[in-house]
């Protein structure tokens, strides 16, 4: 009856842990990558790497495994001492020797008490330590990765990883291994016990084992796969609230807020049944233990009397063996249920590790120097660059020119011509697959990443800002700068009007991403920003787009300001903001179509000037 019912509510079997790894794991051109994941896919492994946390605190773990054998000992000790007095005192009368004996039996539950609450502190201590340190380790790692290992994440799965997986670690460090070890230890000792005082009452106490596993592997197999779809369900209304909640100004502009309610409700009501089938049969756990506790103790109660009233055993021996039973069910029941936690902690854990052995940006050569001065002499030499080697051709194929110091370079061409792959390699997030990309003379391999990086600066179409207040934003620029120099960088920016206007001024708090102002505003401060920086060599991504005309002129008078006696490269889709330019690069396909002045290249009526032609129609 029971099969009939519950199987109409089974869920399809989850893919098996191997399964999952293949579909997880993201490709990878570098084996050993490869190989670091398939140490992280190994359990073993993974609790191997954990002790290596665990063991900088090797001592005081060493006390915490003491504390526990301490507490299963008195845990055994205490039915085994009211036996005896069972055994021994009841028919006497009392007198000192029992008064001795109540205080023996107090002390014991007083240091069974003691010991419990020191191994707890002290687990609980080891555990927020270790996951500290996992948890430091994992967000230095992810700040040594290189940009193309992020382009191919999603943001929310790495917050994860540094969140939900390490909190998984967290709660079994607290709990589940210690009364994992615990169950153990008094399961044994328990065991060790019974056998001693009586193999008959003892075999008797291991009939409901085989019941207990049946029962336990019968409830599992169908909780299991319901708790993850429960879960999976879960997540995906997690994503919808997320989504709606950003689209919330389209839903209403559209009128679709009903259906949006209706969706919901569909995704909450499969919550609401998996989460309901989910917890009654796991409610099906205790019920079975309870019953098996209780066809226990009928079985030593019933058979145990039998051989009291014979005399092979004592009162007091039935006695131990009915706590005894108890305590030899419960860390089995208990076993069962952290050993599932384990499990998920150890999954936790692979997560983590998995992002550890990712290999980090490649280390500069040992002969690279530092950058202590930047003219901003740029050249390219027969460059070519592909982001998946063999796949899709070169994006960026035999491309040189050079730049001289001061000049503003502009990067113009379709989506997807190479623009913004060829400033990615000016900064070094990635490296030339071959040629030569030289700052004044030098080959930027031999020169440091991060030295390099401190004498460039960045003003990008999506303006980025963090959350604190707007002189904090503008001094990331350069950290060690004054206030009136950051108050300087943006009077230059045309921010400073801006800035007087709001509020709290320049300690005027942003929230996450400039929130609280305009977009235009967001990118004054962007340029302020790098003006603080005063680079050498000036990135510039459409900086103006999407900007009223007023701002604009606002913004392109602070980024001529910016402009001055720099090297600048401008990524622009609008022909008419970099007439100036010194040089234009024309990019199609990953090549120079064209190379010249604003003039020159018009006088070459080729696809520079039917492009700026095409747009002077359109704006007319």
């Known amino acids: 009856m029971w099969k009939a019912f519950i199987d109409p509510f089974r869920v399809a079997r989850p893919p098996t842990l191997a399964a ?102 002290w687990m609980i201590e080891i555990a927020q330590e270790t996951v500290y340190r996992m948890r430091s380790d994992l967000f230095a790692h992810l700040h040594r990765l290189p940009i193309p290992f992020f382009g191919k994440r999603q943001q929310g799965e790495l917050m994860s990883r540094v969140t939900n997986d390490i909190e998984n670690v967290s709660a079994t460090l607290n709990s589940s291994a ?135 055993i004592t009162v007091g021996v039935i006695v131990i063996f009915v706590e005894y039973a108890r305590q030899f069910t419960r860390p089995l029941n208990d076993l069962a249920n952290q050993w599932n936690t384990l499990l998920s902690a150890i999954a936790g854990a692979e997560r983590v590790f998995e992002i550890m052995d990712e290999d980090i940006e490649e280390a500069d050569e040992q002969q690279a120097s530092e950058v202590t001065q930047i003219t901003g002499k740029v050249e390219f030499r027969d460059v070519s660059f592909a982001y998946d080697t063999g796949e899709g051709g070169d994006t960026l194929q035999h491309i040189s020119f050079q730049a001289e110091p001061g000049e503003m370079i502009a990067l113009v061409g379709p989506t997807g011509a190479g623009k913004t792959t060829l400033i990615q390699l000016i900064s070094r997030f990635y490296d030339a697959d071959q040629g030569q990309v030289l700052i004044d003379g030098q080959d930027i391999r031999n020169l440091r990443r991060a030295s390099l990086r401190q004498h460039m600066a960045f003003v990008l179409q999506d303006s980025f800002l963090f959350e604190g207040t707007v002189m904090d934003n503008i001094r990331y620029g350069r950290l060690e700068a004054t206030d009136d120099e950051v108050r300087q960088a943006a009077e230059l920016a045309n921010a400073h009007s801006f800035i007087q206007r709001l509020p709290d001024g320049y300690e005027q708090v942003l929230s996450r991403d400039g929130g609280g102002i305009s977009q235009g505003q967001r990118q004054l401060l962007t340029i302020a920003r790098a003006m603080l920086a005063d680079p050498a060599i000036l990135v510039l991504d459409e900086a103006t787009s999407s900007i009223d005309t007023v701002t604009e002129i606002r913004i392109q008078e602070g980024l001529q300001r910016l402009m001055e006696g720099r090297t600048s490269f401008v990524i622009a889709h609008r022909l008419n903001t970099i007439r100036s330019a010194d040089q234009i690069l024309v990019l199609q396909d990953g090549q120079i179509l064209e190379h010249g002045s604003h003039d020159q290249l018009l006088e070459q009526g080729g696809f520079y000037s039917e492009l700026f032609h095409s747009q002077l129609k359109v704006s007319s």
Request: hydrophobic share 45%; glycine share 10%; proline share 3%.
């Open 20 to 121: 999952r790894e293949q579909e997880d794991t993201p490709s990878s051109d570098h084996s050993a990558v490869t190989s670091n994941k398939k140490r992280a896919k190994n359990w073993r492994g993974t609790l191997s790497r954990i002790w290596t946390y665990l063991a900088e605190r090797r001592l005081k773990l060493f006390m915490v495994l003491f504390m526990v054998l301490l507490t299963s000992g008195f845990t055994l000790l205490g039915p085994y001492l009211v036996g005896i007095a069972i055994d021994d005192f009841l028919e006497r009368e009392g007198g000192q020797l029992w008064i001795w004996f109540l205080v023996g039996l107090g002390v014991v539950y007083l240091l069974n008490s003691i010991t419990s609450w020191l191994q707890n502190v």
């Open 178 to 312: 210690i009364q994992i070890f615990s169950s153990v230890l008094t399961l044994v000792g328990t065991l060790v016990v019974m056998l001693l005082l009586s193999p008959l009452l003892t075999l008797l106490t291991f009939i409901v084992v085989p019941l207990m596993a049946f029962g336990m592997r019968w409830i599992t197999r169908r909780t299991g796969p319901l708790f993850r779809e429960r879960q999976r369900n879960l997540g995906e209304l997690n994503g919808y609230i997320e989504e709606t909640l950003s689209g919330e100004k389209i839903i209403k502009a559209f009128g679709r807020e009903q259906q949006v309610i209706d969706e919901f409700a569909e995704r909450n009501d499969r919550i609401r049944f998996s989460g309901f089938w989910a917890q009654t049969i796991s409610g099906l756990i205790p019920k079975l233990m309870n019953g098996l506790n209780n066809l226990s103790f009928a079985l030593i109660a019933g058979v145990g009397g039998l051989l009291a009233i014979k005399g092979s």
